[in-house]
T-cell receptor, first 114, second 113 residues
Framework: GQQLNQSPQSMFIQEGEDVSMNCTSS?????WLWYKQDPGEGPVLLIA?????ELTSNGRLTAQFGITRKDSFLNISASIPSDVGIYFC??????????????FGTGTRLKVLA | NAGVMQNPRHLVRRRGQEARLRCSPM?????VYWYRQLPEEGLKFMVY????????ESGMPKERFSAEFPKEGPSILRIQQVVRGDSAAYFC???????????FGPGTRLLVL
């Protein structure tokens, strides 16, 4: 089945540092999405990417849809304490696989040291 | 703010009891999805419903689990005769269309004793 490998699994960084995480797969996806999940809450959509090569920003966050359609990365610039949480990538499979069946990565746990 | 609502937020059940989880989609959304999240893992698709129809339940265990989305009222995920392995966070998401972005609720955390 389709799987997403997300790395790193966890990271501790100092406030003000930039953060980079990525998601890779052996399968292609039509859409890549990045979510953030705070403890005890549901995932909140950060960025959605719809085309191979697309680079999209949302404030201090920047994400790119890989050219091969098999990967994506998320960068956070100048991290702040409220960036702490779990970041999930999710891929939306091609039509024949059921576009509604988001496939989630296992998450990157980010901790920011003040 | 008419986001996706789920209740209860926390549910404790003893083995063998039934668990009923409710989800009210975002206003204007008629597509509902249920996911399960085990600790330290990502979300796993369970079932996709539209009003009065189950579109895809390929991620649902074959036994004890059922889902519905009636014409009126919230979507219900029902787990009969719960076992300890059912302990997890269950998230509902909704969208305005099958290929549109899914928005998640806060989840129901089920603990089976």
């Amino acid at each position: 089945g389709q799987q997403l490998n997300q790395s790193p699994q966890s990271m501790f960084i100092q406030e003000g540092e930039d953060v980079s995480m990525n998601c890779t797969s052996s399968s292609i996806f039509n859409t890549w999405l990045w979510y953030k999940q705070d403890p005890g809450e549901g995932p909140v959509l950060l960025i959605a990417l719809y085309k191979a090569g697309e680079l999209t920003s949302n404030g201090r966050l920047t994400a790119q849809f890989g050219i091969t359609r098999k990967d994506s990365f998320l960068n956070i610039s100048a991290s702040i304490p409220s960036d702490v949480g779990i970041y999930f990538c999710a891929g939306q499979p091609p039509h024949t696989s059921g576009t509604y069946k988001y496939i989630f990565g296992t998450g990157t746990r980010l901790k920011v040291l003040a | 703010n008419a986001g996706v609502m789920q209740n209860p937020r926390h549910l404790v059940r003893r083995r063998g009891q039934e668990a009923r989880l409710r989800c009210s989609p975002m206003k204007g959304h008629s597509h509902v999805y249920w996911y399960r999240q085990l600790p330290e893992e990502g979300l796993k698709f369970m079932v996709y419903l539209q009003k009065e129809n189950i579109i895809d339940e390929s991620g649902m265990p074959k036994e004890r689990f059922s889902a519905e989305f009636p014409k009126e009222g919230p979507s219900i995920l029902r787990i009969q005769q719960v076992v300890r392995g059912d302990s997890a966070a269950y998230f509902c998401a909704s969208s305005g269309g099958q290929q549109e972005t899914q928005y998640f609720g806060p989840g129901t955390r089920l603990l089976v004793l």
